[in-house]
Nanobody, 115 residues
């Protein structure tokens, strides 16, 4: 059973930073591409960042330069470092992995950025 557990969210003032973590179990972690998505209040879920098994990364265009995704295969964890946060970054942040035809999502962690 694949499980993804996010943590690290909270309330932060604008221009502050947060580091989110995603702990994975039930899969060969190092072999999987892991994504971060987010969902703002009243909006759909949107792509944030992705890291492949080889460590290649990609980001939503609007987040390049402020967010950084990384992974620690020894800890079965993926991280999202978020800097220079803005109120529009507020939302629930999810990690996601796709294996064959199955999609796995964590429960999400709430990030609230106050102005």
């Amino acid at each position: 059973q694949v499980q993804l557990v996010e943590s690290g969210g909270g309330l932060v003032q604008a221009v502050g930073s947060l580091r989110l973590s995603c702990a994975a179990s039930g899969l060969i972690f190092s072999a999987n591409t892991i994504h971060w998505y987010r969902q703002a209040p009243g909006k759909g879920r949107e792509f944030v960042a992705v890291i492949t098994s080889g460590g290649s990364t990609n980001y939503a265009d609007s987040l390049k330069g402020r967010f950084r995704i990384s992974r620690d295969n020894a800890q079965n964890a993926v991280y999202l470092q978020m800097n220079s946060l803005k109120p529009e970054d507020t939302g629930v942040y999810f990690c996601y992995v796709r294996r064959a035809s199955d999609n796995y999502w964590g429960q999400g962690t709430q990030v609230t950025v106050s102005s």
